[in-house]
């Protein structure tokens, strides 16, 4: 087969790409899960609390919606949907940490939640806490 035949080939097997409505959808659902965010935000601002605390509520709630979705196997059948619209970071990171967990809760809550939970989460983890102290140091030393 020359290469000529198998490019030719390749481009016949290979599935279009519709870019253009991959990204329509990535941009309306990634919307969506913002406005939900902000709604959630206002709504916990008219119920009392105040700017960071409803931030933090709607965080929050935001988390638990995706991990919930995760759990029940609909969060895959959204993103298969919307592409990089489900990565909105604080949805797509609670889906990263449930979907292990999920998926290797036969192993038991130890070896297979537990463990399986943070191979996503841990580094995540560990670099953010240790960006976190380098700051700290840093700040501390220049307001001396």
Same mark, same amino acid.
């Given at each position: 087969?020359?290469?000529?035949? @198998? ?25 969506? +899960? ?9 709504? @916990? ?19 638990? !919606?995706?991990? !919930? !979705? ?16 489900? !990565?909105?970071? +604080? ?46 140091? +840093? ?6």
């Amino acid at each position: 087969m020359t290469q000529k035949q @198998y490019a030719k080939l390749v481009k016949e097997i290979s599935p279009r790409s519709h870019i253009g409505k991959d990204c329509l959808f990535a941009f309306v659902i990634g919307g969506l +899960i913002c406005l939900l965010g902000q709604c959630l935000m206002t709504l @916990y601002g008219t119920m009392g609390a105040g700017k960071q605390d409803a931030g933090t509520a709607a965080s929050m709630t935001l988390v638990a !919606l995706s991990a !919930l !979705l995760t759990g029940l196997s609909l969060y895959d059948d959204i993103a298969k949907i919307a592409g990089a619209g489900t !990565l909105v970071p +604080i949805t797509g990171f609670a889906n990263a940490i449930a979907a292990p967990a999920v998926e290797f809760q036969t192993e038991g809550f130890v070896l297979g939640v537990g463990a399986k939970m943070f191979t996503i989460a841990g580094p995540v983890i560990v670099y953010g806490l240790s960006a976190s102290v380098v700051y700290g140091v +840093i700040y501390f030393f220049a307001t001396l």
